[in-house]
């Protein structure tokens, strides 16, 4: 017996629901949990009369006898319906949450995204991602996430399946994901299955929601920061739907008055998908997704980034009864476009387009899960480089990688599953077949999921780059190219071990450890007098580190505190470190190694009220200091004039040791309160609040070239506003 | 479990303040604090065939140089075998807007083949003491010039570090000048004897629109301790320590004998070539 599990107005994937079968006529169970596709199977089910009862947090439970005959094959999906919400009522769920993680991987509700303190009506994945330990976000400006020690480019973003390059807006509360649109996440921050590939930090699968198919509803809200529209219905009632979204942003506009200065930044982003829902045995979806982000990130300094990513695709999900079998297909493209300079004068840009088409199949062979699926993935990389001396300048690129994977979960002595897989490819990068092997694991040794011992291990590859400022984590231009080096992958060993336990009374706690070891990683090439280098060398490197999470769900509160201790250090051999250190060979902590941070969120709901603190401490960055400046005089052509006009020579900073000082730690308070209003037609919600609650000066970037310093945002009180149709 | 609305305030309420307790003060935040591995930057070259000496001596300092300030420098020129001191002088140059820099001066006759040492100090915290030693090379002959072949011979030069062909012009609006352009590129060296190969078709394209009045050739050799700059990758040059002769500063200091020769070829009875007076 198989199905789809689903809500009801939505048609979203139910991961997590349990289904129930209990054979009448005597007191034996069989049972299974939802996957992240909503999808179900039950192998090894005697003929006979059975009561089934599908149950999901929030949602009614459905209850049905079946008589499941000999030799049958059954397919029962169902679309379970939503409980009527009290005003405020907070749903949670056992596979909701921040303090619940499994092998790396933490499932996030769009209930979650909306806890977290955040500048406009509605929270959004990028605001919560910076809530969770081992998360570093190295300001509020310039969308950049360095998940356990991995750099945004080494991040894999999905939307439906669909990969997108840069979704995170410039301010970093902002992303393409905004509560209202984002059904759930898969977030991985290590150790993932292999059914992705193609990245070796983690992976960031959003599940978009599904227009509304009965009825049409909207939203609008605005706020100092941002406005948004969002509306959905359906195409045809009951069988499709369709669902838009644009947002935009205010704070250039509104920052003088807000905030005391101008704030240069600018994005926005527009998003439309169309579903059919084909009966209990299929969906189809076509998605489109256009970004754009630009902005200055220090405002003396001409130079910009501007970024936009565009991404068309399709998704369908389709159960087949003959064989028992869950077919899932993306296809699409998606491309992501970067510029760096003057507004007149351009001086770096990157584009990349990416076609795929991946085809992901699960079916069951008695109790063994298969998740198998082939992929073909295009790339065309176009980038240029115009530096005055550097290493790649410019160039284009076609990357074909055609291949498969396969994923087994076999479950052992009902406490036990261990999930070993791998994926081959061929990559034109390398000219050769390519395998990663990966393993995961979870031991439930009471035989429930309130204590669960979770790990994974696994070898990860990655053929193209994103190549940044050297001058580190306050540097937001990407380039993407292939990896310029002599070997033409990166490469990423991860191993994580973990524990969750529920303790009762609404808390729950997990611990886990990591350890990635790395090779091949590109980093700039040091030197004196260049600002944007492109000359690369390699690095190893090895992170090791562990997150803390305790979370406490008990109406009206929800608390969480999460510290993450990491530890990143980079290895690389540079023929001037000779010359310059003494040593051939240098180790140094890179620009975002944030050795300990202590995030905490809680929410309370008095009455019509919701109440939300989100309070964040990290330890300082790492940064090279400068020993000092001077003006370096050049012998090799001509020998100098002191005391003639030409005689002045190249401003020059003497930098000492590679990221030997750190800067201040960073220290954040934001709050904010909510009060929602029933309305004849709808809702209306207003929310005020603030962020950086203490003014905290909290350094964002400093340029040791002209000794500027940016901070982030100042206290920054707003008040916002939404009204939704329902 | 039961909470008053009262109970709720009160935890609420903690929960702000111990957060706000915390810390919410600013950090110092000063990249330079406690830095000071070098002391001064020295640059420029000594020249015993010059009636001047100009050394470029700015203090390793806090920040880019956008306006004139005291540098709390005082430089001496040591003649080692001598003992001789001179307290070379101070002077601040503009070379653009918000460029300066101090250049430091003497009239010392210096002599080829005797080494010197320029000690720049901060006169109130003499601790803080930069020296460089210079060697200067011996005297060597004239060059010679070849005009037909635009050829320079320099004999018994060990180290050549700078021929350049030096431009006089005359502008339309009465105004004059010179221009020079670097040709060490040109030297080759064999048999203890350099010869430089102008090739001058870059540079005259360059002059196309100025009036050439007369040229001139300039030669510079240097003493021992000088770098092969052909061997030498830019980004190592642009090191501190790169190609430094600054005991605890950073820099480079040179000793030189230079000649500048008309562009001209001179003769002798026997229509030798020989260099021009």
Known sequence: MQGIITGKTTGRPLEGANILLKEISQKKFKGAATDHSGYYHISGIKPGRYLLRISYVGYMTYSDTLAIKADQSKTMSVALKQKEKKMNQLVVSAHEGAGKVEAGRQHISSVDLGRVPSPSSEGDLASYLQSLPGIVATGDRGGQLYIRGGTPSQNLFLIDGNPVWQPFHILGYFSAFPQDLVSNVNFYAGGFGPRYSGRISSVIDVKMRDGNRNKTKGSASVSPFVWHLMAEGPLKKGKSSWIGSVQHSLIENTSPFLLGKKEPLRFGSQYLKVTTFGGSKSTCSVMGLHTYDRGQMDIQDNDRVRWSNTVVGGHCVALSNNPDLLFNLNLGVSNVW?????????????????????????????????????????????????????????????LMTPGGYLETTIPLWEKLRIKPGVVLYYTDAEGKLVYEPRFRFNWQPWGTEDQELSGAIGLYYQHLTGITDKSGAGSIFRAWMPIPLKKSRMEALHMLLGWHQSLGGGFQVSLEGYYKRLRNIPVPIWSTTTRFVTDLAPAKGKIYGADFRLEFQHNPFYAFLGYGYSNTQYTTSQDLFKTWFGDATEHYHPAFDRRHQINAQFNMKLGTYTIGLGWEYGSGLPYTSPDGFDEVLNFSQRLPQVNKKSGFGTSRVLLGKLYQDRMPAFNRLDFSIKRSFHLRFGQLQIQAGAINVYDRSNLFYYNIYTQRRLNQLPIAPYISMKIKTI | MYLGKRHIWVLSGLAILSLLIIDSCDPAFNPLAGSDKYDFSIYGYLDATADTQWVRVMPVRDSLFFSPRPINASVILKDNQSGRRVTMHDSLFQYYQHRYAHNFWTTMKLLPDRSYTLIAKQPDNPAHSDTVKVSLPKDYPTPRFYKKQNLVIIDSVKNLVDVSVIYHYQGVQGNSGSIIYPHIEDSSRSSGRYSVNLKLDHDLYELRDYQITYKQIYVAASGPGWPDFSMIDKRIESLPNGISNVKHGVGFVAGIISKTIPYKTCRDAKENVVPCP
Do not use: C
């Open chain 1, 338 to 398: 970067n510029e760096a300079g003057s507004e007149q004068i351009p001086k770096r840009s990157s584009s990349t387009t990416l076609g795929y088409l991946d085809v992901n199949l699960t079916r069951f062979w008695n109790k063994i899960r298969f998740e198998y699926g082939l992929f073909v993935h295009i790339n065309y990389i176009k980038y240029d480089m115009n530096e005055l001396f550097g290493g790649p300048r410019s160039g284009n690129k076609n």
